[in-house]
């Protein structure tokens, strides 16, 4: 038991000192509690609340997650907030799946999308597309915002 104590805490501690890079120009670091790394390296878990920061300035905060190093996917879990720096968007929901490769977010069950601090959007199952700026749902009550419009709208006021 103790060299398991001993293992996790050595991991944790290299973890938050090193990056993972998913591809020479994309990186992510992982700032958790307790982490395991599974299949050679190619499945990440980290538990016990934790940050994901994205070199874009993302920030994903969560209970736990999921990193699939092959697919580029990571699942959020528990109580999840998403913090997009750049263009001022939190989504906070229970479960969220954030696709690095093509640059979606999409959260399952009750989600809460708030918009430079001004605008709020709740719906369910939401898909935020972060290289065409849209959200959207999946269910019937059909949400599209076009958020580059919105940003247009931010700069004109300020």
Known sequence: MKDKN???IT???LINFFFYSIHAA???NFDVTEIEIKEEGNIIIGKKRGVISVNDGSKIESDNFIYNKS???ITFSGDVISFDTKNDIKIYSNLIEYNKKNEIITTYGQTEIII???YKLNSTEIIFDKKN?????KKKQIYQIIL????LLKNLYI
């Open 148 to 151: 580059k419009i919105i940003i």
């Open 116 to 118: 430079s601090s001004k």
């Open 11 to 13: 991991l944790t501690i």
């Open 133 to 137: 700026m849209s959200i959207s749902s």
């Open 6 to 8: 001993f293992i996790i």
């Open 26 to 28: 994309e990186i992510i």
């Open 71 to 73: 697919k580029n996917i």
